[in-house]
């Protein structure tokens, strides 16, 4: 399926500049020019990621980005003031590209950006600030954060006869008991597992070292590709499918 990017900027040129560049790279990109706009947008579809400039007409990206809650958003400006940054980020930005920027460099800022969306939090923050948060001369900063509803466990809890449920296990000790325990207590039929400290596997590249676990066995695959471990992945849930009962 084709990923969605929204492109929250009213500097037609860069804004040409990046649909064009997004497109090439097989994006489907959307437009808005005002943080008004953004938000009209995103009632109408939810993109997979959205490219936000700070100094919008009507509402600010500042203002724009705290109901952007649950899509990755990468600030891209100019203004570059360190404080800026982290209190952005700390506020929800998932990274932070200051222009002039290398277009390469952030075609790879939103491949990693749009990788770790496909993994939700365990946490949130408690209490989102809804505007920059002010250095307070090195006095200490505590963020309170809240578990986030556990998504492969409620599924799992409205399993349908014929359906195949897949989980993901991303661990740093104790890979195969947790993941196995993970299996048995969310109704998971196969559960796919990998030590994110292994070299090569992980976030950071473009490899992985997966263990394939079902209640029929357990598989580990060599080092590959992701989109190789992507289809063995499915490979398996068609053979699961294929066992049940019609």
Not at 11 to 37: H, N
Not at 81 to 90: A, E, F, H, Y
Request: glycine share 10%; hydrophobic share 45%; charged share 25%.
């Amino acid at each position: 399926m084709m990923q969605r990017i929204m492109i929250v900027d009213d500097d037609i040129p860069i804004g040409d500049m990046l649909e064009e560049v997004l497109e090439k790279e097989g994006y489907q990109v959307s437009r808005a020019y005002s943080g008004t706009e953004a938000l009209l947008l995103l009632d109408a579809r939810r993109p997979d990621l959205v490219l936000l400039d700070l100094m919008l007409p009507g509402l600010s990206g500042e203002e724009v980005l705290p109901r952007m809650r649950g899509i990755p958003v990468i600030v891209v400006s100019a203004k570059g003031d360190v404080d800026g940054k982290v209190g952005l980020l700390l506020g929800g930005a998932v990274d932070y590209v200051t222009k002039p920027f290398a277009v390469k460099e952030l075609l790879a800022r939103i491949a990693v950006g749009l990788r770790q969306a496909a993994a939700p939090a365990g946490y949130r923050v408690e209490h989102p600030a809804a505007q920059k948060l002010k250095k307070r001369a090195g006095e200490p900063f505590t963020l309170t954060l809240v578990e986030n509803p556990d998504i492969s466990r409620a599924v799992g809890e409205r399993k349908q006869p014929g359906q195949v449920l897949v989980g993901f296990a991303a661990e740093t000790e104790n890979v195969l008991e947790n993941a196995r325990g993970k299996l048995l207590s969310k109704r998971l039929d196969l559960i796919v597992a990998n030590d994110v400290t292994a070299e090569g596997a992980g976030f950071g590249t473009d490899t992985n070292i997966v263990t394939l676990i079902s209640h029929g066995g357990v598989e580990t695959l060599p080092l590959m590709s992701k989109r190789e471990v992507a289809h063995r992945i499915w490979d398996a849930a068609l053979a699961l499918r294929s066992a049940q009962p019609q």
